[in-house]
């Protein structure tokens, strides 16, 4: 067991003494840190506006020096210790923590600069890279380490780390502190240190399986982009707010008159008054009531109502009032992505605004839309715009701004998933349309139906072409289709599997190669060693672990894999991951699904290369999404195409892969 020594306050000559001379002598080459703060904001807002009030304070430290004991300080009684101080701001010391950005944000709020990201290490990303838990409770568990997370946590930080309701009681207090329960105080203390003996214990677990340079100088890069944030047009969004809510209670009002329901909000009032019309529902879910509209089911004063209630249902203040909440005191937003969010491919996940899930704009006109919104002016808004709720949704992405004398440059990856899986799988004929024309849609119609060129393909042939690109290429069928929306688009039921045969047919190496792919993983499993792929793939089994070794050098990861017998008898392959209902369960896998994630993972590390050059070449990059670059600009610095040209550069690792990348500048972030 390793041992925990809680410190009360630090000594002057104990401090300046013996330790320096420690310190001096062992030139301590690591540090395991966990803390326990309070803030009067809620953490759902991310850290960095977690901290971005005079209120916040760390309350614990808790530390282990190259693997000794951990010591744990107590920050209500005095301030780090100068040789604590010293470790923690040496570029010679290596800072590790679970959730790292956490621990270097609130201590650079603690020592009024921001830490350098490049002399701190995360163990969390580092479970997540082998697809492992990402919570450090349920990470240990899975590890089935002797050190276990104390599970009283969650009691200790409700009571210490946030504001309390006042009471009679508590003698009207808003906070606990230490003194008001010194017995759990003690407890916390011991929690936090418990929290760090149970990182090295992970950390030790899954040394083995150390992470590239490479992937640490991503993590230090992504680090540096959430510490620059994004601006945010606060007013537009705080306008936004407010229309909405006028929005809603003239909606609320006219859906009160039309029913004669005290509260139409309430789904049981609203399905008693739809039955007392004679007209039935079991549900009011958004699909199914747009579905009665679709098909000119409804009639009337049910119509009317139906319509109204969908108009409730479309609000959009969710993502404005989080935009509104959590911009810092710098009128930036920091932290909106995960860093390895994505476990499976090493993806970035999106946090708090999820800028990959924003509702996409279409209208021709976000500028006067804007300049409406942001007057205030809702009865304008309706004489312009038949669909104000709609509007206002468009306008989301265009609160993400770039500050006074700058401009976004966008620079996306064209079919990107599209030109990887057709490298891998040399699909010449798709390679060469890239290369040609990159028009892949009117290519695949083409390729499918013998057109006659791209330039004979009509816009209804070219629906099918690009529906097809888009669902089908991981081994998607009819279903596919449908959720990729062909039934919407105009395509006829009994076209649906015709179309799979097809595109199966004019794309028989992708298909192969799912197949190939499956039979690699299953020789891995079953014989072992290393089998080899196209482009330098690698499948092995070690530790417990399936790896896929991607030609970045990079290594996707799957937790116990197996092999068992389908319905049919047939080897199927199982991992555990994480699953819809249970935190980690096991999951089943296939060709298709393992060529998915080998796919979108390549995508990825091109992303990611292109962050790093851009950075290297000078781009203040604010974030990203997937296949896309955003990066602000000094207008009339740069121009677009030189971010398209460093976006475009292929790796040495990605040789003949057709890349290209395409871009515009704007004064707000927007889908060109």
């Known amino acids: 067991m390793t041992e925990v020594i809680v410190q009360r306050t630090a000594h002057p000559t104990f401090d300046t003494g013996y330790y320096f001379e420690w310190l001096r002598r062992n030139k301590p080459k690591k540090m395991s840190i966990d803390i326990e703060t309070y803030s009067d904001i809620n953490i759902k807002l991310g850290v960095y506006k977690y901290v971005d009030t005079p209120n916040f304070q760390i309350l614990i430290f808790a530390f282990s020096i190259d693997d000794g004991p951990v010591e744990v300080w107590d920050l209500t009684k005095s301030d780090l210790p100068q040789y604590v101080r010293e470790l923690i701001l040496s570029p010679d010391v290596l800072k590790k923590a ?34 492992l838990p990402a919570s450090l409770g349920k990470c240990a568990e899975y590890l089935s380490i002797e050190e276990q997370k104390d599970t009283a946590g969650t ?15 508590n003698g009207m207090r808003t906070r606990n502190l230490p003194e008001h329960d010194s017995e759990r105080w003690e407890n916390f203390m011991q929690y936090c240190g418990q929290d760090v003996v149970v990182e090295k214990a992970i950390d030790d677990k899954i040394g083995i399986f150390p992470m590239p340079t490479s992937e640490w100088e991503l993590y230090h890069q992504d680090q540096r982009m959430h510490d620059l944030g994004v601006k945010i047009d606060t007013d537009l969004a705080e306008a936004a707010i407010e229309m909405d809510a006028a929005l809603r209670e003239e909606t609320m009002a006219e859906l009160k008159a039309l029913t004669g329901l005290e509260n139409p909000n309430s789904p049981a009032q609203l399905k008693d008054w739809f039955h007392s019309q004679n007209f039935p529902v079991d549900t009011l879910a958004k699909g199914i009531l747009e579905g009665y509209l679709e098909n000119n089911i409804v009639k009337g004063d049910v119509k009317k109502a139906i319509e109204l209630r969908l108009q409730l249902a479309n609000s959009s203040t969710k993502k404005y009032i989080m935009m509104r909440d959590a911009t810092h005191s710098d009128g930036r937003m920091h932290g909106i992505l995960q860093f390895y969010g994505a476990s499976r491919t090493g993806r970035y996940a999106g946090r708090l605004i999820q800028v990959q899930n924003l509702p996409r704009n279409y209208m021709k006109t976000l500028d006067t839309a804007r300049h409406l919104v942001k007057s205030g002016d809702l009865e304008a808004m309706e004489m312009v715009y038949d669909d104000v709720p709609d509007v206002l949704k468009q306008l989301i992405r265009t609160s993400i701004v770039a500050k006074d004398g700058y401009e976004l440059h966008i620079s996306d990856f064209s079919a990107i998933e599209a030109r990887v899986i057709a490298w891998y799988a040399n699909e010449e004929w798709v390679l060469d349309a890239f290369r040609d024309h990159g028009k892949i849609y009117e290519a695949t119609a083409d390729q499918m139906f013998n057109l006659g060129g791209v330039d004979k393909v009509s816009s209804d042939m070219r629906q099918r072409g690009k529906v097809a690109t888009l669902a089908l290429g991981y ?10 929306g062909a039934l919407e688009q105009g395509i006829n039921e009994e076209e649906l599997q015709p179309l799979v045969d097809t595109w199966r047919k004019a794309n028989s190496k992708i298909v192969k190669f799912w197949y190939d792919t499956q039979k690699r993983v299953i020789q891995a499993l079953e014989k072992g060693g290393v089998v080899r792929g196209p482009k330098g793939l690698r499948f092995f089994r070690k ?9 970045s050098g990079r290594t996707l990861s799957y937790a116990r894999p197996k092999l068992e017998l389908d319905k049919w008898e047939r080897p199927k392959i199982t991992y555990e991951g994480q699953g819809q209902k249970v935190y980690f369960e096991k999951q089943d896998t296939y060709g298709g699904k393992l060529v998915e994630n080998i796919v979108q993972a390549t995508a990825r590390d091109l992303l990611a290369g292109a962050l790093l050059r851009l950075e290297e070449a000078g781009y203040d990059i604010v974030f990203h999404v997937h296949d896309e670059a955003v990066a602000e600009v000094k207008k009339g610095t740069r121009t677009i195409e030189e971010m398209n040209a460093i976006m475009s550069e292929i790796p040495d690792w990605a040789e003949g892969l057709p890349l290209g990348a395409e871009g515009f500048a704007t004064d707000y972030y927007m889908k060109d």
Not at 160 to 168: A, G, L
Not at 543 to 551: E, N, S, Y
């Open 98 to 131: 679970y959730n790292a950005q956490f621990e270097r944000v609130a201590l650079s709020k603690y020592f009024g600069k921001q830490l350098d990201p490049t002399q701190w290490q995360c163990t969390m990303v580092q479970a997540m890279e082998l697809g």
């Open 155 to 169: 009691h200790l930080i409700n009571y210490f780390s946030k504001p309390c309701k006042p009471t009679k009681a």
């Open 475 to 484: 081994q998607g069928g009819v279903g596919s289709l449908i959720s990729m």
């Open 543 to 551: 530790a417990g672990f399936l790896f896929i070794q991607l030609p």
